[in-house]
């Protein structure tokens, strides 16, 4: 099939028949489903193609055998519009599905199982030599037409450990250097604290909060355990005799008028908190009124013009960004720039390699999670910033396939969009240009001189 009819196939689609009765409509959702399992094997089929095309390019290049690789992921992941983390595991799974797991595949391709299905099994299979691979692949094809999400990957770990007991306990002990700490936003401004630790360790420290608590309701105190319980895990982390009075290390970016809570257009708009994203305007001035009782605060004024920005976008000639520079990045930015990604930044990037004589100011610079930054060092990757007023510091990125990507930092707090833009995509969407034609749409114009503040809260 050409890609002319792949776009036809998508047009067709858009422009099925409304008037039909139902039990056309139950064929049609039965039918789509299978389109949409052919469409993942192809998928997967494509992107095991592209990146053994691309690792075989690399070694040509003369490439070395810790960066072959580099890079590849980044521009599936741009391709898909998802993160660069998710497709680095999806490239993974892609390969083994379609070279070593050919029933499970067939049984994909044909619409029999679902793509989240097929993915549990080469994921489950990761781990397994190439023959248990191919056994387990012959044992359960068969089977899932008829399994479900949960009995498929039950299965597939069963029969995984069958064939491989011993690897199967040397992965329990790896998993132990994967443990880790994260933070992720909550509804309603809560936030949820995770910890993924050995079970022995994670049950300790639950049962440990629980007896705290116990001992505390006890003794007369009227919260509910599982409040006593969280309240005793903030004061245990942070030392502080009481969980309210955890110092506050807060960064706040909000439009003047919000801050000061004038009549003006923005004084009820959200206010952006760092690492955590979009919180309510009166919450933000509540967490101002605590803290400035006993509370030094900073007060930054950080642009008027994003071209200006007075307080941080001087140039410099030090390779590395000043301490001012990186916040300013940083409060801008809000996540890693590359479209899609979205995790904390932890790079501060020229945008223009300094070393090709790229600026060291705030206009060339952009955050970046580490992950990215590496992706972007890869050969045939480029990058500028576009040299236009409407999306201040947007960047095109250039791939080795000659795709072409736009990202933009994403409206400060309060920035009322022009009426042109009420149509355009969020900010975090990004432009996809194709080296064959344009497609996808783009961010609108956005421009504004309203002052932004950030505020920082310390005890
Ligand atoms: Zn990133």
């Not at 036809?8 to 039990?23: K, M, P, R, S, Y």
């Not at 056309?24 to 949409?36: A, N, Q, S």
């Not at 930054?373 to 960047?395: F, I, M, Q, R, S």
């Amino acid at each position: 099939m050409s890609d002319a009819n792949l776009a036809g196939v998508i047009d067709t689609l858009t422009h099925l028949d409304a008037d039909v009765d139902d039990a056309t409509r139950i064929d049609r959702i039965r039918d789509l489903e299978e389109l949409k399992a052919a469409a993942a094997a192809a998928q997967a089929r494509e992107t095991a193609s592209f990146a053994a095309s691309q690792r075989a390019a690399q070694a040509e290049a003369g490439l070395g055998a810790g960066e072959i690789g580099r890079g590849i992921a980044s521009q599936v992941a741009l391709a898909r519009r998802i993160s660069p983390a998710a497709a680095a595991r999806y490239v993974g799974w892609a390969t083994i599905l379609t070279t070593e797991l050919p029933a499970t595949f067939r049984e994909l391709s044909v619409g029999r199982t679902s793509e989240w299905r097929a993915m549990v099994i080469a994921k489950e299979s990761v781990f397994l030599s190439r023959e248990h691979r191919a056994e387990l692949d012959s044992e359960l094809a068969p089977q899932l037409a008829v399994l479900g999400d949960k009995r498929t990957e039950a299965e597939a770990r069963r029969i995984g450990y069958r064939l491989d007991p011993d690897g199967f306990v040397a992965r329990a002990r790896n998993a132990v250097a994967d443990r880790h700490v994260s933070l992720r936003p909550a509804p309603d401004a809560m936030a949820r604290l995770s910890a993924l630790l050995p079970v022995a360790e994670a049950v300790a420290c639950y049962a440990n909060l629980g007896s705290a608590a116990d001992s505390t309701t006890a003794a007369g105190d009227e919260r509910g355990r599982g409040q006593i319980m969280a309240d005793t895990l903030v004061e245990r982390l942070t030392g502080q005799t009481h969980a309210e009075n955890v110092p506050l290390a807060l960064n706040l970016v909000m439009a003047a008028d919000t801050l000061l809570k004038t009549d003006g257009a923005d004084s009820d708009a959200p206010v952006h908190a760092e690492g955590y994203g979009p919180i309510p305007s009166d919450l933000a001035r509540d967490l101002i009124h605590q803290a400035s009782a006993d509370t030094p605060m900073w007060l930054r004024r950080l642009f008027v013009s994003p071209r200006t920005g007075e307080l941080v976008a001087m140039d410099s000639k030090q390779r590395c960004f000043t301490p001012a520079q990186r916040r300013f990045i940083r409060l801008r930015d809000q996540w890693c720039r590359t479209p899609y990604c979205e995790a904390p930044i932890r790079q501060f990037d020229h945008v223009n390699a300094h070393r090709h004589g790229g600026p060291t100011s705030v206009d060339q610079g952009q955050g970046l999670c580490e992950a990215c930054n590496y992706a972007k060092e890869a050969p045939g990757w480029n990058a500028t910033v576009l040299e236009h007023d409407k999306a201040p510091n947007e960047v095109e990125i250039t791939t080795p396939t000659g795709h072409r990507y736009r990202s933009a930092p994403p409206d400060p707090p309060g920035r009322r969009k022009p009426a042109a833009a009420s149509t355009c995509s969020s900010s975090a969407a990004a432009r996809h240009t194709s080296p064959r034609g344009q497609r996808g749409p783009g961010h609108g114009p956005s421009g504004s001189t309203t002052p932004r503040s950030s505020l920082r809260l310390r005890a």
